[in-house]
């Protein structure tokens, strides 16, 4: 007779193995392709699922996490023929888990390899120079060619970024060299704007000195012409009125009379400063009209003297 015991143990071992093949536990952000008989069944999401024991297996596992793919080093040739190292990473994340088990056979190495290639053929494209300028366009030529071809595969690369180009010692030489040389000659072309912003701004302020100068001396000569216009003014018209005053007291009683009596006077003065210069006496070359010109005076005064009473009262 057999034992129920060891009957009823084998019976919960076998219970426990079919369980634990049967019950799945699916972590977060992972997929879990299942076979059934060796063909695709399903894939599972996380969480708890329940597969058929012996007939389902897990056959892929894949993690749904953007993932970092560091590229290999590689040397590349540039266009101007100049050897460059260059070394990468690549980001992708699997977003389809059945294309990813069966559209390759390692997803991870079809990717690092066409990466390496289209870099590659990217650089060769490229001239030196340019590759140091051109980081942003090779980051998003490799990414638009993997993302292409990935899409069979399950996967979607998101981005890949060029970590270091290192070109030969040579060409660093020479290209600190360049740069060096680039920089002495913007220093010289700085030297020569600042002398010449010099010499302009000494010119602009020696122009400005000059207008300046200018207009003070034309202000100067106009002030001065003003003043001589307005002294001449003021001596035509101070000589106007005098000659009105005159004009004036000629025509009154006597006034043609004190007129004669003060040339005659002028005139005898005028005879009286004459120089004398080595017993030369300079005289008139009419005396006749000197002496009747003195006897106008003379009866001028005359007729001008006051009558008997007047001389009395003089005297």
Request: hydrophobic fraction near 45%.
């Amino acid at each position: 007779m057999f034992d129920l015991s060891n009957v009823a143990f084998i019976i919960f071992i076998i219970a426990v193995i079919i369980a634990a093949r049967s019950i799945k536990i699916v972590p977060q952000q992972h997929a879990w392709v299942v076979e059934r008989l060796g063909r695709y069944h399903a894939t599972l999401t996380p969480g708890l699922s329940i597969v058929v024991p012996f007939v389902d297996r897990v056959a892929y596992k894949h993690l749904l996490k953007e993932v970092p793919l560091d590229v290999p080093s590689q040397v590349c040739i540039t266009k101007d023929n100049t050897q460059l190292q260059v070394d990468g990473i690549l980001y992708f994340q699997v977003t389809d888990p059945m294309k990813a088990s069966y559209g390759s056979s390692n997803f991870i190495v079809a990717i690092t390899q066409l990466a390496q290639t289209t870099l590659r053929s990217i650089v060769g494209r490229l001239e030196l120079d340019k590759t140091f300028e051109e980081r942003e366009f090779i980051n998003h030529s490799v990414v638009n060619a993997l993302d292409e071809a990935a899409s069979n595969w399950g996967v979607k690369v998101l981005r890949y970024e060029i970590k270091d180009l290192t070109p030969p010692k040579e060409i660093l030489h020479a290209m600190q060299a360049q740069i060096t040389a680039e920089r002495e000659k913007r220093a010289l072309i700085a030297a020569s704007e600042g002398k010449k912003q010099e010499q302009i701004n000494l010119a602009a302020g020696a122009r400005e000195a000059a207008i300046q100068k200018s207009e003070g001396e034309r202000q100067a000569q106009i002030n001065q012409a003003q003043g001589e216009a307005a002294a001449i003014l003021a001596v035509a018209e101070a000589n106007a009125e005098a000659i009105e005053k005159i004009a004036n007291a000629i025509q009154t009683q006597g006034g043609m009379q004190a007129v004669n009596l003060k040339v005659a006077q002028q005139y005898v003065d005028a005879f009286a400063k004459l120089a004398k210069t080595n017993n030369t006496l300079i005289v008139p070359g009419n005396l006749g009209d000197m002496s009747s010109m003195i006897a106008s005076a003379l009866k001028i005064v005359k007729g001008s003297e006051p009558g008997p009473q007047g001389s009395s009262a003089m005297r």
